[in-house]
């Protein structure tokens, strides 16, 4: 896991090291800027080394290409035998991606399984390619006749750049061929077929996640526990999956209701379980520090970054990767807002395939950027590529589900609970969402913090609040209209039933 910047056509070493400065924070281990002989390319890397520590450094070479990657390639093990162990230098993952190119097949990239971003430089072209969900971040500009590639928006602020684009989840830029999509996301299901029964659709759903935690849990890792049905799920599975104790972390308000149920989630599977208790004072302290790592003044995605910080500081500790739950609640109808569509399954099965487009600019920038602000890799078995095609395939009736034909009550994500109603206490399994801001106490402990920060005494209405979180970022950036005009923002889907 790690961070990078690479300058096509741009001669400018100072450039790069002033770019990789801004996010060398991705990458505490080591940075390396190199240019190389024969390639228009300077490509600069701060590294956090998980896989192959002592020889994969980077960028990576092989003969006039060069490469710097961001991210996992959880295949990489089978894909090294199929491109023959002799022609690897290094036991890096992201050294796969190179000979996969230099292989030339045609659709080569599509055999990559993981998350990632990458930047490829031969002598004649620059290849930038991101993973199917954009897990990864990756940004790309034109300045004068060349382009720059970063990991995160602030490594460009104060250049006074104009326009800044997003490599898009799925996407391939090619300077020889533009940018193409190289992974589709498949349509979702909305009801069962004639005949087709539920059984056999959620034990299916089990070998599928339980395939997805294992293939993401190379080298040791943690997993964040909220006490929830996602993270517990996951956490269950992982637990399972190892000889030792897997290490689980909770944080909350001292009275939160995550950290009873975590503690409880945490006996049950017998992990070694980590607390972390925050007060008024914590997040007036490190607003600032979220919202500067976050890249964005929302005000649902600040909320929900601030407990993912203190979780990330507290992991931090202990691992240097963790799996999270995120994604569940696109692929199997989690939201609140996503009640209204039960008795239309077809609406509800392309709006939860919309959502699952758009994770990489909300929850999955919050992850990403909250979690590398400590330099601390988060994993997302659930938007693993084969369980989502299965999780679409599985319809949306089945997921938003009519519990009780009498007073037409709906139960969100019926079949991952139905799944693992065996693996978990019951009422743990059946207990009703709270969005992680809620269920760790921060929504409560944040009224006290905003009035702190504004100097009331009464409670901050939600203008105000976004006002406050603008003026935050403001304040850190040399260019903010650049960065807030690229920032992600929390925006539900329009229920049209």
């Keep these: 896991m790690c961070g990078f910047v690479c300058l096509w056509n741009i001669d400018d070493q100072a450039l790069a090291r002033r770019m990789i400065g801004k996010i ?15 390639v228009p390319a300077i490509m600069a890397h701060c590294r956090l080394s998980i896989i192959g520590p002592e020889n994969g450094s980077q960028p990576i070479y092989s003969a006039e290409d060069i490469l710097v990657a961001n991210g996992e390639i959880y295949n990489y093990a089978d894909l090294r035998a199929i491109l023959g162990e002799s022609a690897f230098e290094t036991e890096s993952d992201s050294e796969t991606i190179l000979h996969l190119f230099r292989a030339g097949e045609r659709r080569w990239i599509d055999k990559l399984d993981g998350m990632f971003a990458f930047v490829l430089a031969t002598p004649e072209r620059i290849i930038a390619a991101r993973d199917p969900l954009g897990i990864k971040p990756l940004f790309m500009a034109r300045i004068g006749n060349g382009l720059a590639f970063a990991s995160e928006l602030k490594a460009y602020d104060g250049l006074g750049l104009s326009e800044v684009e997003a490599i898009d989840p799925g996407a391939m830029f090619d300077s020889i061929g533009g940018i193409r999509e190289w992974y589709r996301m498949p349509q979702g299901a909305a009801e069962l077929e004639p005949g087709e029964e ?10 599928v996640l339980e395939a997805a935690v294992r293939k993401w849990m190379v080298v040791e890792v943690g997993a964040f526990l909220s006490g929830g049905l996602d993270s517990s799920i996951v956490a269950a599975l992982a637990a399972g999956a190892i000889n030792r104790p897997l290490k689980t972390f909770s944080v909350g308000t001292a009275a939160s209701p995550d950290l009873a149920a975590a503690r409880r989630v945490a006996e049950h599977i017998g992990s070694d379980h980590h607390e972390l208790v925050f007060s008024v004072d914590d997040l007036v302290a490190i607003l600032p520090h979220v919202i500067y790592h976050l890249e964005s ?10 407990p993912t910080h203190f979780a990330a500081v507290l992991a931090r500790r202990h691992v240097k990767a963790v799996l999270t739950g995120e994604g569940a609640d696109e692929l199997f109808a989690g939201y609140a807002y996503h009640h209204a569509y039960a008795r239309k399954p077809r609406a509800l099965a392309d709006e939860l395939t919309r959502s699952l487009g758009t994770m990489h600019n909300i929850n999955l920038q919050r992850v990403d950027r909250i979690t590398m602000a400590q330099g601390l890799e ?5 938007l693993d590529r084969d369980l989502i095609g299965f999780a679409q395939s599985i319809p949306a009736s089945l997921k938003m589900k009519i519990t009780d034909a009498t007073t037409q009550e709906t139960t969100e994500k019926w079949i991952l609970r139905k799944a693992y109603e065996e693996l978990l206490p019951a009422d743990l399994v059946w207990r009703k969402k709270a969005q992680f801001d809620e269920g760790s106490g921060t929504v409560d402990v944040l009224t006290e913090a905003l009035s702190r920060r504004l100097g009331v005494t009464s409670a901050v209405d939600r203008e105000s609040e976004g006002g406050l979180y603008e003026r935050i970022l403001r304040n850190q950036f040399e260019n903010p209209d650049f960065i807030l005009e690229n ?3 929390w925006t539900a889907g329009r229920v049209t039933v």
């Design 24 to 38: 060398a924070h991705r990458g505490p281990d080591e940075v390396h800027v190199s240019q190389a002989a024969n």
């Design 198 to 207: 539920a059984e056999p659709i959620w034990r299916e759903l089990r070998l």
């Design 297 to 306: 003044a929302d005000v649902d995605l600040v909320r929900s970054a601030l």
């Design 378 to 382: 988060a994993r997302t078995p659930f």
């Design 487 to 489: 920032a992600g923002m």
